[in-house]
Each structure stands twice: as structure tokens, then as C-alpha cells.
T-cell receptor, first 109, second 112 residues
């Protein structure tokens, strides 16, 4: 059974204070690892897809990395508008994804 | 408007009633999904569909029914609503098996 564990559950940062979110996974035949952002009252929005260990992707202040067992979402010099819940999901050989419970990030000005 | 839309956005129903949540996408994506999200939890898959007339169970299918007669629509029916089905429901679509998913705005369902 595919499993995804995200840590920490909640993270509070001061504006400009860089940090990382973790996504640990076990899956048979990883086809892709996805990061989404979810704002309160809205559906998740796609951020990144990583397909193989060693791959990295960046978008503004966010950088996602992937190893064979985990993925990190690095947030550099965050701003209050980065406050959201960040969800990690793994895609195995079947058509469905398994999501983690998310990390809720709060960035204080 | 292009995208994926859910209706209604909010619904209150009584225990035992049948409720249908609607989902419509304009991209002709092959895959469509229904998730529920409860406080403090991530997204749990209820049902998914790989194409019209093809559906399969997810992690928590009990008490739910889906159909997909047309590629663009994927309604979710609660046959006899229970309080444990109070949740936020998200519909999503994806182009293929490994592409990213696009989510609707969600339906907040309360069963009283």
C-alpha cells in the first residue's frame, strides 16, 4: 500500500526565515511525485512534478527536490503570501495518487 | 469558462437523503477523481475514472456511487447520506496517468 507522510504538520516562520517541508513516501513503482498548494476554502493548485531521484525544480521562492525515499520543498526568504497548506502526492503505476496530510505554513510579517 | 467546476458549492442535507454532487471539466481530460477532505486530513480518494464508462474504487468508496456517461461529467451520489459523510468534496481531472491534477473549488457538504 502506498504511503505518504508529511512533516511537520504545521510550521510558523518569520518573513525571510528560510525552511524546508518534508514528504516521505513508500510506493511501488513511483511514476511521479507532486507538490500542491492549497489556500483556505479552495482546491489544491499544482506546483511541481518530480519524476526521478536527483531531480530538482524551482519556482520563485520554492524549490522541490527528490530522493528515493523523500522529497523536500525548500522555501527561501518566505513572504506572508506563501502562507498555505502544502500537499505532497505520489503517483504509482495505477491511475490514482496518494496524498499526504499536508503541512500548514504560516509566515508572519 | 474553461476549467473544472463543481456544484453546488455548499449543501446541507438530512440523514438518509440522496445527494448528488456535480463535476464538469472542459479540457476533455481522460481521468477524473473524487476526493474528500476532512479537518486535519489530506485528500482521500473515493472513486476515480480513467475514461467514459470506466470507474474504479478508491480508498473510501462505501456509501458513494459514481457514473461517467460523458467524458466531461463525473457526478458523485451519496445514496443515503450519513453524518460521517459531512466533509469537503473535491473533484479533479488530469490529462493522463502521470500528469498533474486540476481541482475544482470544492463542495462543502453537511449532513444533519
Amino acid at each position: 500500500e502506498d504511503q505518504v507522510t508529511q512533516s511537520p504538520e504545521a510550521l510558523r516562520l518569520q518573513e525571510g526565515e528560510s525552511s524546508s517541508l518534508n514528504c516521505s513516501y513508500t510506493v511501488s513503482g513511483l511514476r511521479g511525485l507532486f507538490w500542491y498548494r492549497q489556500d483556505p476554502g479552495k482546491g489544491p493548485e499544482f506546483l511541481f512534478t518530480l519524476y526521478s531521484a536527483g531531480e530538482e525544480k524551482e519556482k520563485e521562492r520554492l524549490k522541490a527536490t527528490l530522493t528515493k525515499k523523500e522529497s523536500f520543498l525548500h522555501i527561501t526568504a518566505p513572504k506572508p503570501e506563501d502562507s498555505a497548506t502544502y500537499l505532497c502526492a505520489v503517483q504509482a503505476s495505477a491511475g490514482k495518487s496518494t496524498f499526504g496530510d499536508g503541512t500548514t505554513l504560516t509566515v508572519k510579517p | 469558462d474553461a476549467g473544472i467546476t463543481q456544484s453546488p458549492r455548499y449543501k446541507i442535507t438530512e440523514t438518509g437523503r440522496q445527494v448528488t454532487l456535480m463535476c464538469h471539466q472542459t479540457w476533455s481530460h481522460s481521468y477524473m477523481f473524487w476526493y474528500r477532505q476532512d479537518l486535519g486530513h489530506g485528500l482521500r480518494l473515493i472513486y476515480y475514472s480513467a475514461a467514459a464508462d470506466i470507474t474504479d474504487k478508491g480508498e473510501v468508496p462505501d456509501g458513494y456511487v459514481v457514473s461517467r456517461s460523458k467524458t466531461e461529467n463525473f457526478p458523485l451520489t451519496l445514496e443515503s447520506a450519513t453524518r460521517s459523510q459531512t466533509s469537503v468534496y473535491f473533484c479533479a481531472s488530469r490529462e493522463n496517468r502521470v500528469s498533474e491534477a486540476f481541482f475544482g473549488q470544492g463542495t462543502r457538504l453537511t449532513v444533519v
